[in-house]
């Protein structure tokens, strides 16, 4: 049980941890800062948060859990912004999709003090953002990675644990550099693709009747082309050498299929749509009770 | 109200057509061919089809509606299989997902019968095929692409479109050239782009772990991955021209992305993701009461 969680950022993500801690009973009392007032305003409105701060340092003061659910570039100033209240016995966990760019950002921010702070990625999300979305059941069932470093504090380490799998998340430990390997194929790829898909077609003049016609799979394909645009412009940026070595695999995968559409080698054609369908045929979400 | 349907392919599309016929009262009777017998034994067994026949012509013997329900490649031979029991009172259908092969392919067949036939793509699919998946409720609430030729005959045109709006389908139409240009954007590059994906990602020795991670958006993203290899392998076959010209516009997007990424240029990039982000939010699909 914490007595204050201190949010900063109160967006879907953000505002989606505080409601599952609340409903949980897992905290007392939540201030909560973000960039825009109107939108602490309304965290405050909806039950998000039960008093709004003016600043990220006034919504550290007094908490022993500090959650950073923000842009990732965003990491570095915030930590520097509220360092002089980071004591030994406070959590600072964030909920960032890239985890060297985060832990590096926390080494230089926090300096002595980075034992504290518990990299985390909750897998999860929705392709609409914002406080109104928030949803305390949207990390239940998710797999987190937790993503520690040589001076991270086995108390707030054990702590972190504790709390993500009382929200009922499976949890995981990786490095920073395998995370961001992994999530560059498995989530920042199939982002780049899905926004470049999009504008592929939108920038075609009989783009809007295409787009009238597509159904389920289309619609499945794309949802995660609806992602936020500055998010996910922090994300592609802070993770951009993996993605583009991902992005080295996709396209030699790609020139394959066409190599052998051009040449019209059907047989071998099925053969790699076999691999792939088999493959996610095969594939389960390891968390979650959702079907694949 | 038909007589009898004749049914050529007992698959996931075909037995939910009949499926759907049935529970909307419209079909007496269902005579039933797959290429496999024991396919057509189990579509018999799981109540999907009444009678199983032996050859394709005999499934069209006595039949007022016939549905091809098999890969487009097999259009030419399916069609002349049966050719001379096609009379002038029957309507012949089919459910592929490309139109100007199977046009072509339905002239070659059928000569001086071609308007009989009425070449239809129900824009709906799942991720996994056979008769054990045959869902009555495939269809409804689709929408149903209709390319008729110069040649089609009204009759069978309205009976068509009749017959699908009575399975709570909404029809368009368009030549088959314009529809292979669509789908070629909205269903098949997306395909084949998932596909690329998963063998990408697979052909890495990290790939396994890296899948093991991955959350809702990876399978969302993924799922049309699973399709039918052999389905797929026709359809891409069949739409290469289309395809490459899709191609060509999404790789020209994704080299857009990779360069604004490598020269680091965030408002820009900014500015494209939000581009695809505003479209993907802003589309509905046109029929379907699911969510987008």
Chains 1, 2 share one sequence.
Not at 54 to 67: F, N, T
Not at 120 to 135: F, L, Y
Not at 155 to 171: I, K, P
Request: hydrophobic share 45%.
């Amino acid at each position: 049980m914490f007595e204050q969680l201190g949010l900063i950022g109160c967006g879907l993500m953000g505002g989606s941890f505080a409601l599952a801690l609340k409903r949980a009973g897992l905290v007392r009392r939540v201030v909560g800062y973000s960039k825009s007032p109107s939108t602490t305003e309304r965290a405050r409105q909806l039950g998000v948060i039960d008093v709004e701060a003016p600043s990220a340092l006034l919504a550290v003061s007094g908490s022993d859990l500090v959650l950073l659910a923000i842009p990732v570039a965003a990491t570095e100033s915030t930590l520097k912004a509220i360092r002089h209240l980071v004591g030994p016995n406070v959590l600072i966990m964030d909920v960032g999709s890239t985890k060297r760019d985060v832990t590096d950002a926390a080494r230089r921010a926090l300096k002595q003090d980075v034992g504290v702070f518990v990299p985390c990625h909750p897998v999860t999300g929705r392709e609409v953002s914002g406080v109104d979305h928030a949803d305390a059941g949207l990390y239940a069932g998710k797999q987190v990675v937790l993503t520690p470093i040589e001076r991270t504090l086995t108390a707030q380490l054990e702590q972190a644990e504790t709390l993500w799998r009382a929200l009922g998340c499976s949890v995981v430990h990786m490095s920073p550099d395998t995370h961001d390997s992994a999530f560059a194929a498995i989530s920042h790829l199939p982002h780049l693709l899905a926004f470049a898909l999009m504008n592929a077609i939108t920038g075609q003049d009989q783009g809007a009747s295409f787009l009238s016609l597509a159904g389920p799979g289309f619609r499945d394909f794309s949802r995660i082309a609806a992602g936020d645009p500055e998010m996910w412009r922090d994300v592609l940026m802070a993770n951009r050498e993996e993605l583009a070595a991902q992005a080295g695999h996709f396209q030699r995968a790609l020139d394959e299929f066409q190599r052998l559409l051009a040449s019209g080698q059907t047989d071998e054609l099925q053969r790699l749509i076999t691999r792939a369908s088999d493959a996610r045929a095969k594939w389960r979400m390891t968390s979650g009770a959702e079907a694949p």
